[in-house]
């Protein structure tokens, strides 16, 4: 079967800088991609990898393994409207998206 | 339209009654997903359609879920005899083609009283 796993929910402080894991087994992989889910809304679009190593976009980055299946996204500089749940999605060969449960945020002052 | 519309944005309905929940897609989108998102969980695949194939109606929970999406374009999601356990927020994503970036709608809020 196809398997994504995050932590359920992570804790941090405000200014600081919080890791969350996503490691998948799917049928193939094309691209894993994350999302940022605030409370009541719609998931939107953070980061993009398709091949190893660091993709960096302002205070958010995200990493990949693929011989690993494993995927981190990384926040700096915590701000109170980071708290958020956040998808690991990947790609399978058929192109169909596999979704991980996401990660609760909770960023403390 | 500049986003994934869709409406109604909240339903409450009586259990037993049917629901029609409806999704409008980017222009010129060809792939629109349907998940179901319970309060605090991830997303729940439903259905998915791509273009003029056939739809893969394979996360779809019981025969009282059917999806229908006509030209191409907007989609209805329409459940049968509805349950308290299918309240739930119902979100619909459009991307360019399969697997490329979801775009998603601000969801429909289902209640099943």
């Known amino acids: 079967g196809q398997n994504i796993d995050q932590p359920t929910e992570m804790t941090a402080t405000e200014g600081a800088i919080v890791q969350i894991n996503c490691t998948y087994q799917?049928?193939?992989?094309?691209?894993l991609f994350w999302y940022q889910q605030h409370a009541g809304e719609a998931p939107t679009f953070l980061s993009y990898n398709v091949l190893d190593g660091l993709e960096e976009k302002g205070r958010f980055s995200s990493f990949l393994s693929r011989s690993k299946g494993y995927s981190y996204l990384l926040l700096k500089e915590l701000q109170m409207k980071d708290s958020a749940s956040y998808l690991c999605?990947?790609?399978?060969?058929?192109?169909?998206?596999?979704w991980g449960a996401g990660t609760k945020l909770i960023i403390k002052p | 339209g500049a986003g994934v519309s869709q409406s109604p944005s909240n339903k409450v309905t009586e259990k037993g009654k049917d629901v029609e929940l409806r999704c409008d897609p980017i222009?010129?989108?060809?792939?629109l997903y349907w998940y179901r998102q319970s309060l605090g969980q991830g997303l729940e695949f439903l259905i998915y359609?791509?273009?003029?194939?056939?739809?893969?109606k394979s996360g779809l929970p019981s025969d009282r879920f059917s999806a229908e999406r006509t030209g191409g374009s907007v989609s209805t999601l329409t459940i049968q005899r509805t349950q308290q356990e299918d309240s739930a927020v119902y979100l619909c994503a459009s991307s360019l083609v399969t697997g490329s970036e979801a775009f998603f709608g601000q969801g429909t809020r289902l209640t099943v009283v």
């Open positions: 799917t049928s193939g992989f094309n691209g």
């Open positions: 999605a990947v790609r399978d060969s058929n192109y169909q998206l596999i």
């Open positions: 359609f791509q273009g003029n194939s056939a739809p893969d």
């Open positions: 222009s010129g989108h060809t792939a």
